[in-house]
C-alpha cells in the first residue's frame, strides 16, 4: 500500500462546477500538506500549503486537512477552463522524517 | 529573478548509455532536491542537498543513479548504463532552507531511454 493514496481520474466537468479532489494517507507523523498543480509539460507549482489540521482558503481554492481520518481535499469553486491540469497532493512529517511524499496526480479537465 | 532551470529539457539516449542531467537553483535557495516523474505517477523523491551537509541519498534507486552539487549550487544528476525504465521526467525543486520550506519546481528533463 502506497502511503499516499489519490485517484488519478481524470475528472471532466463543466466551467462553473465545483471540484473535489482529495488524498488519503497512511503515516499518522505527516504534518505539513500541500497542494501542487502541474500543467502539461510543466513543472509542479505550489498552490495551498497548511500545516496540521484544519481549513484554508486562498480565493476559489479551499484545502482541507483531517488529520483524525487521514484525508485532506482541495476544492476549487466557479472552476474555469484555466484550472485545467494534474493537482498533487504532497504531504511531510517534522522531526527527523522529511521527506516530500506526493499522491500519483489527478487529472482535471474544465470544459466550457 | 529566475526562477529554477533545467536541461536538457528533452533527451533521447540508447540504452547503456550514460547521460548526465543539470540543475540550477533560485538564487540563494540552499536546499535542493530531484525527483523523477513515471507516466501517471506521482513524484518519486531521489535525492536532497542541504548546505554542505550530506545529501540525503536514500531516493535514490540503484547505484548507477548518482549526483552532485558543486559550490552549493548547480546540481547534476548522471545516471549510467541507462534502462528503458530510467525513462521519465526529472525534476528539480530548490528552496530556501529546510525541507518544510516552499518548494520551487524546474519544468523538468524529460529522459527517453531507446
Known amino acids: 500500500q502506497k502511503e499516499v493514496e489519490q485517484d488519478p481520474g481524470p475528472l471532466s466537468v463543466p466551467e462553473g462546477a465545483i471540484v473535489s479532489l482529495n488524498c488519503t494517507y497512511s503515516n499518522s507523523a505527516f504534518q505539513y500538506f500541500m497542494w501542487y498543480r502541474q500543467y502539461s509539460r510543466k513543472g509542479p507549482e505550489l498552490l495551498m500549503y497548511t500545516y496540521s489540521s484544519g481549513n484554508k482558503e486562498d480565493g476559489r481554492f479551499t484545502a482541507q486537512v483531517d488529520k483524525s481520518s487521514k484525508y485532506i481535499s482541495l476544492f476549487i469553486r466557479d472552476s474555469q477552463p484555466s484550472d485545467s491540469a494534474t493537482y498533487l497532493c504532497a504531504m511531510m512529517g517534522s522531526g527527523g522524517y522529511n521527506k516530500l511524499i506526493f499522491g500519483a496526480g489527478t487529472r482535471l479537465a474544465v470544459h466550457p | 529573478g529566475a526562477g529554477v532551470s533545467q536541461s536538457p529539457s528533452n533527451k533521447v539516449t540508447e540504452k547503456g548509455k550514460d547521460v548526465e542531467l543539470r540543475c540550477d537553483p533560485i538564487?540563494?535557495?540552499?536546499?535542493l532536491y530531484w525527483y523523477r516523474q513515471s507516466l501517471g505517477q506521482g513524484l518519486e523523491f531521489l535525492i536532497y542537498f542541504q548546505g554542505n551537509s550530506a545529501p540525503d541519498k536514500s531516493g535514490l534507486p540503484s547505484d548507477r543513479f548518482s549526483a552532485e552539487r558543486t559550490g552549493g549550487s548547480v546540481s547534476t544528476l548522471t545516471i549510467q548504463r541507462t534502462q528503458q525504465e530510467d525513462s521519465a521526467v526529472y525534476l528539480c525543486a530548490s528552496s530556501f532552507a529546510s525541507i518544510a520550506d516552499t518548494q520551487y519546481f524546474g519544468p523538468g528533463t524529460r529522459l527517453t531511454v531507446l
Open positions: 538564487s540563494g535557495h540552499t536546499a
